[in-house]
């Protein structure tokens, strides 16, 4: 009994979803013609600017968890060549002790005590370099998305006369504020 019941719970939420993805689809036939006859042709700014911001978003959010990464990164580079050079200088140590080794094999014992700080900070400045290449890409981009937006706004607002309507609002607002015996003189 209790499965019949989740059976019938289960049909009733398929249709319910059914429903829903049927809403918000793109909708039936006579749905598509309507929007193509009576929706504006042309740019769809509503969605272009929506469209926009989500990039920028997603840019920004890019930026934040690479600014996040890249100080966790160079915080284990550090650690992790600190670490290794103390190992180096241990090896050092450790292997030249003896007294029968020439020049020659003592000064290419020693080498990674010299070789791994150069390895780390060449490491550190490809890594700093690489993330300021894509810190200015994705800057580039943020700027682009910006001035785009911007000339689509400026683009609506000239569609709507925006600047007209703004002038004469301003023109009416001034001619609240003057006198009433002005108004009068103006009406006549």
């Not at 966790?72 to 290794?84: D, T």
């Not at 400026?154 to 004469?168: A, S, V, W």
Request: charged residues 30%; contains cysteine; hydrophobic residues 40%.
């Amino acid at each position: 009994m209790g499965r019949e019941d989740n059976k019938e719970t289960a049909g009733i939420a398929d249709s319910d979803s059914v429903k829903q993805m049927r809403m918000s689809g793109s909708g039936g036939f006579l749905s598509r013609l309507w929007k193509a006859v009576f929706r504006p042709h042309g740019d769809d700014f509503e969605k272009r600017l929506q469209h926009i911001s989500k990039e920028e978003a997603a840019v920004l959010a890019r930026i934040n968890r690479r600014s996040r990464t890249r100080r966790n990164i160079i915080r284990h580079l550090i650690v992790f060549s600190v670490l290794l050079e103390v190992i180096a200088v241990g090896y050092a140590i450790m292997t030249t002790r003896s007294m029968d080794l020439n020049w020659k094999m003592r000064s290419f014992r020693v080498l990674p005590m010299f070789l791994l700080p150069a390895l780390s900070s060449l490491a550190y400045s490809a890594f700093v370099r690489f993330t300021r290449m894509c810190d200015g890409r994705d800057q580039n981009t943020l700027e682009r998305l910006r001035a785009e937006r911007q000339a689509k706004i400026d683009e609506l607002k000239e569609k709507t006369n925006y600047y007209t309507t703004q002038q004469l609002i301003q023109e009416d607002e001034d001619m609240g504020n003057l006198p009433p015996f002005v108004l009068l003189e103006l009406e006549n």
